[in-house]
């Protein structure tokens, strides 16, 4: 027997939601294991779906299959206008990174409502300097603001993700939510920013190492404060912006005077750094090599001749550490992070939300797993 056709659907929705998630009509179809000819019809009125091609766009297209039998169609969602990705890709046609940055302002919202429920003071994030700004002079604003001592910073060493978590909890204390990522790739998108006061948000990918994710997070954290967020694009208009970032970031994470200060630079001779030096000093400041190396270039300490040759060694490196395995439970409390967390579980402790709610804003958790995150 032959599913119905879903008759009312509107076919002026289907084509915004196709377009507002990124895809072109051939990449739909081609999901759909239909023709393009097919999903134009749908879309200019000559023909519908069945219900159950319309539950698969619902899938495709992140909306519940009601939603195309709205009326009207829905006005144009904003999406950043930068992102830190390598290639050149325009956000509009990245579904992954769409659907990722709504999910992440979905959120957001929740939390928002959550705080107001509650009845709970919002922590408000007020840091702001300028583009005109030194990029160390704002490195040193931002350790101010934050109460952290770079004495403090480096007794975070105990493994890889210390400093991560350190810095994680001390970012939402002070009105950041962070959120973390998987399914995409780092070398498409490492972190996005948005710059929504009360609660902006700052996303990382959890496929970087976690020393990387440090670097992203203040990279992402300079944006924010010097309003210049987004999801950061590397291309020509925007380079000049994202090494302004990028010297934020480092020079907060590795203070100049700090790294001259370590025995392995006072002890080290010559231009050429072997790896086990830059891993030592990386894993002291909590950053990767890289950043290390970067850093001791600008301090004249290497030059950029070297630090192309070393980096070459690099790229035939597979994963320094391996990825070991994490309880599922744990995994979604480090993707929507400590603060929003805590918001969702108090919001249904309190029975202002049920335990669908509470999956749902949980970004779809099993209620089998609920039990182990409190824990």
């Given at each position: 027997m032959r599913t119905p056709k879903?008759?009312?659907?509107?076919?002026?929705i289907l084509q915004w939601a196709r377009k507002n998630a990124g895809y072109?009509?051939?990449?739909?179809?081609?999901?759909m294991d239909k023709k393009t000819e097919v999903i134009t019809s749908w879309e200019n009125g000559e023909d519908v779906p069945t219900f159950k091609q319309l539950s698969k766009l619902s899938k495709i297209y992140h909306y519940p299959s009601a939603f195309f039998f709205a009326e009207e169609v829905p006005e144009d969602e904003p999406l950043p206008s930068d992102y830190r990705t390598m290639p050149d890709r325009n956000i509009e046609n990245f579904p992954e990174i769409i659907f990722e940055i709504k999910d992440a302002q979905e959120r957001r919202e929740i939390a928002l409502e959550l705080t107001q429920k509650l009845d709970i003071p919002l922590p408000e994030f007020d840091l702001e300097c300028s583009l005109d700004d030194d990029p160390e002079d704002i490195a040193f604003k931002i350790r101010e603001y934050l109460d952290v001592t770079i004495e403090e910073q480096?007794?975070?060493?105990?493994?890889?993700y210390t400093a991560l978590n350190n810095w994680k909890t001390i970012?939402?204390?002070?009105?950041?939510?962070i959120f973390q990522f998987t399914g995409i790739s780092p070398q498409e998108i490492r972190a996005y920013a948005i710059d929504q006061r009360p609660l902006p948000v700052i996303g990382i990918n959890t496929g970087d190492d976690p020393r990387a994710?440090?670097?992203?997070i203040f990279h992402e954290?300079?944006?924010?404060i010097t309003g210049t967020s987004g999801v950061c694009d590397l291309n020509d208009r925007h380079k000049k912006i994202e090494r302004f970032c990028d010297e934020v970031a480092a020079k907060f994470l590795v203070p100049p005077s700090k790294l001259l200060e370590m025995d392995e630079v006072r002890n080290h001779e010559g231009l050429y750094w072997e790896d086990e030096d830059l891993r030592s000093l990386g894993n002291k400041f909590g950053v990767s090599r890289e950043v290390i190396l970067i850093s001791l270039v600008k301090l004249g300490k290497s030059t950029w001749n070297i630090y192309k040759q070393i980096k070459e060694t690099w790229a035939s490196e597979s994963d320094?550490?391996?990825?070991?395995?994490?309880?599922y439970y744990i995994k979604v409390k480090s993707w929507n992070g400590?603060?929003?967390?805590?918001?969702?579980?108090?919001?249904?402790?309190?029975?202002?939300?049920?335990?669908?709610?509470?999956?749902?804003y949980m970004g779809n958790i099993k209620l089998e797993h609920i039990a182990k995150m409190e824990s």
């Open positions: 879903a008759t009312g659907t509107n076919h002026n072109s009509a051939s990449e739909v179809a081609k999901k480096l007794k975070w060493k105990k493994d890889k970012l939402e204390s002070k009105g950041i939510l994710r440090n670097f992203s954290l300079a944006h924010i320094e550490d391996g990825e070991h395995k994490i309880p400590d603060y929003y967390t805590g918001l969702v579980l108090q919001a249904y402790h309190n029975k202002l939300i049920n335990r669908l709610d509470l999956s749902s």
